[in-house]
């Protein structure tokens, strides 16, 4: 199996494209990725190099994209009445 070691200062760059689907954060904060198709094979290969149990194989969402959204948000009566008492204090000039 391929597995590809990349420094964390790597990563912060915007265009920064992940290297695999299955990678962990190592102790010295490097990103190793694990090449395969499955994330059972990651995760024991994960455990030969590092000990078993030591890392959790994490897996990148956003390489394979089905157009659906992940991330959903609700609102509520709490979230509703904060922002009516926000927009009646801007309307009275008072702000925060």
Request: aromatic fraction near 10%.
């Amino acid at each position: 199996m391929k597995i590809t070691v990349v420094p964390w200062e790597d990563t912060l760059d915007e265009f920064y494209k992940h290297k695999s689907n299955y990678f962990i954060i190592d102790a010295l904060n490097q990103f190793v990725y694990f090449h395969c198709a499955e994330r059972s094979n990651a995760q024991e290969e994960c455990d030969l190099q590092f000990g078993k149990g030591k890392y959790t194989i994490r897996t990148n969402k956003m390489s394979k994209s089905s157009g659906e959204i992940s991330c959903r948000g609700s609102m509520n009566s709490k979230s509703l009445s904060g922002s009516r008492l926000v927009s009646i204090r801007n309307s009275q000039g008072k702000g925060l």
